[in-house]
């Protein structure tokens, strides 16, 4: 009925609906490091397989047009949108049941099967786009529609396909024992409960491993600061350490469970007395990354020395390394070197590291 009868231009209307969906989604989810943001996760995994049932319709769109256009430039890009989505996909499906390998890539070096999933769908995004604009008056005139109560009913029906879906594929999953049963909410894979040191190393792109001998080790505070102060590896071995057991979780795919021992950033900061027009805090590394946190933020982090009982090594950011529990992989810096105190907010910090 209303089903069946659905026209090309809702079909494709309802599928962008779910890729515009997917995409924001996808680029939240690695932001996303405690289980309150979960369900970016879910409606991620959610409006992908709500396309399953879509495609259905959309394969007999394709060959119409196809049938109608033949080939010509604009039918060629869309045939390789086509290929790039069902790389996507196929990726991101087979990482969260089976499992599936990575490969080496340029400039992005070693890469998980998520990795790749990623990667295709950065591609896939324009491609897209261009896909859109060079059949926008196909939409266009569906447009009106997107938020009419007509539409309700369908968002809802492949709303719940989707879900019903996604929880398949999940139970499935767990009841086979494929190994996207261990993943985290974060889809992440385990790679090293307590093990120390080994579990894998990741930087960020070119980001060097700079040797740092501890003697030479400073570690400045200053910005909003009353106090500005310099420590020395003594100074900072002066303060009392504290463990705490927290998941380092990096957005390729992979997480390790640590126990971390080192010196709460809170006590740094009350020894350097913050002022009270300071709002953020920016992690320095000896490389030049750094991470802006909101105050309160990283009051409640950790510079460690230790990684379960063992010395961090030179790879893992010795001297010292932020552990910043609930955060992503990437907001852990390495090897911190300065502790700046700012007035801008804590959320002006591109969500992603960029520099
Ligand atoms: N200085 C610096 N810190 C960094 C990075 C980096 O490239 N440079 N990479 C980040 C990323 S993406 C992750 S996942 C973790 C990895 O920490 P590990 O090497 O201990 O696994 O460090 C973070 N800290
Ligand atoms: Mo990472």
Same mark, same amino acid.
């Given at each position: 009925?209303?089903?069946?009868?659905?026209?090309?231009?809702?079909?494709?209307?309802?599928?962008?609906?779910?890729?515009?969906?997917?995409?924001?989604?996808?680029?939240?989810?690695?932001?996303?490091?405690?289980?309150?943001?979960?369900?970016?996760?879910?409606?991620?995994?959610?409006?992908?397989?709500?396309?399953?049932?879509?495609?259905?319709?959309?394969?007999?769109?394709?060959?119409?047009?196809?049938?109608? &256009?033949?080939?010509?430039?604009?039918?060629? $890009?869309?045939?390789?949108?086509?290929?790039?989505?069902?790389? #996507?996909? %196929?990726?991101?499906? $087979?990482?969260?049941?089976?499992?599936?390998?990575? !490969?080496?890539?340029?400039?992005?070096?070693?890469?998980?099967?998520?990795? =790749?999933?990623?990667?295709?769908?950065? @591609?896939?995004?324009?491609?897209?786009?261009?896909?859109?604009?060079?059949? /926008?008056?196909? @939409?266009?005139?569906?447009?009106?529609?997107?938020?009419?109560?007509?539409?309700?009913?369908?968002?809802?029906?492949?709303?719940?396909?989707? =879900?019903?879906? /996604?929880?398949? #594929?999940?139970?499935?999953? #767990?009841?086979?024992?494929?190994?996207?049963?261990?993943?985290?909410?974060?889809?992440?894979?385990?790679?090293?409960?307590?093990?120390?040191?080994?579990?894998?190393?990741?930087?960020?792109?070119?980001?060097?491993?700079?040797?740092?001998?501890?003697?030479?080790?400073?570690?400045? @505070?200053? !910005? =909003?600061?009353?106090?500005?102060?310099?420590?020395?590896?003594?100074?900072?071995?002066?303060?009392?350490?504290?463990?705490?057991?927290?998941?380092?979780?990096?957005?390729?795919?992979?997480?390790?469970?640590?126990?971390?021992? !080192?010196?709460?950033?809170?006590?740094? =900061?009350?020894?350097?007395?913050?002022?009270? %027009?300071?709002?953020?805090?920016?992690?320095?590394?000896?490389?030049?990354?750094?991470?802006?946190?909101?105050?309160?933020?990283?009051?409640?982090?950790?510079?460690?020395?230790?990684?379960?009982?063992?010395? @961090?090594?030179?790879?893992?950011?010795?001297?010292?390394?932020?552990?910043?529990?609930?955060? &992503? !992989?990437?907001?852990?810096?390495? /090897?911190?070197?300065?502790?700046?105190?700012?007035?801008?907010?804590?959320?002006?910090?591109?969500?992603?590291?960029?520099?």
């Amino acid at each position: 009925m209303t089903l069946v009868a659905l026209s090309t231009r809702t079909v494709n209307l309802l599928l962008l609906v779910c890729l515009v969906i997917t995409g924001v989604s996808g680029i939240g989810s690695f932001l996303v490091g405690h289980p309150d943001g979960a369900w970016v996760f879910w409606t991620h995994r959610i409006a992908s397989l709500a396309m399953i049932p879509l495609m259905w319709w959309k394969i007999g769109i394709i060959v119409q047009s196809y049938a109608k &256009r033949g080939i010509t430039l604009s039918t060629v $890009l869309s045939a390789v949108s086509a290929v790039f989505f069902v790389l #996507t996909f %196929s990726y991101g499906v $087979l990482w969260a049941t089976v499992g599936v390998g990575g !490969g080496r890539l340029p400039i992005l070096g070693n890469t998980s099967g998520l990795g =790749l999933h990623v990667t295709f769908a950065g @591609i896939f995004a324009p491609l897209l786009i261009v896909h859109v604009v060079n059949r /926008w008056d196909q @939409i266009r005139a569906r447009m009106p529609d997107f938020a009419k109560r007509r539409m309700a009913m369908r968002y809802a029906i492949f709303g719940v396909a989707g =879900l019903l879906l /996604w929880r398949g #594929t999940e139970t499935t999953t #767990t009841q086979a024992g494929w190994e996207g049963s261990e993943r985290r909410f974060t889809g992440s894979k385990p790679r090293g409960r307590f093990t120390g040191n080994d579990y894998p190393t990741v930087n960020w792109l070119t980001d060097p491993h700079p040797r740092i001998e501890a003697d030479e080790w400073r570690l400045r @505070i200053d !910005g =909003l600061v009353l106090n500005r102060m310099t420590l020395t590896m003594d100074d900072f071995e002066g303060y009392e350490q504290q463990s705490i057991e927290a998941i380092l979780d990096c957005t390729g795919g992979w997480f390790t469970e640590q126990r971390w021992t !080192g010196v709460p950033v809170r006590d740094l =900061l009350d020894d350097a007395k913050v002022r009270d %027009s300071a709002r953020s805090v920016v992690f320095h590394s000896e490389t030049g990354y750094r991470r802006r946190y909101s105050v309160r933020q990283a009051r409640r982090m950790l510079l460690a020395v230790e990684v379960t009982d063992e010395t @961090i090594s030179r790879r893992k950011g010795y001297p010292v390394r932020l552990v910043a529990p609930g955060h &992503r !992989g990437f907001g852990w810096v390495k /090897w911190v070197v300065r502790i700046e105190l700012s007035d801008l907010p804590g959320w002006l910090e591109s969500p992603l590291p960029l520099q």
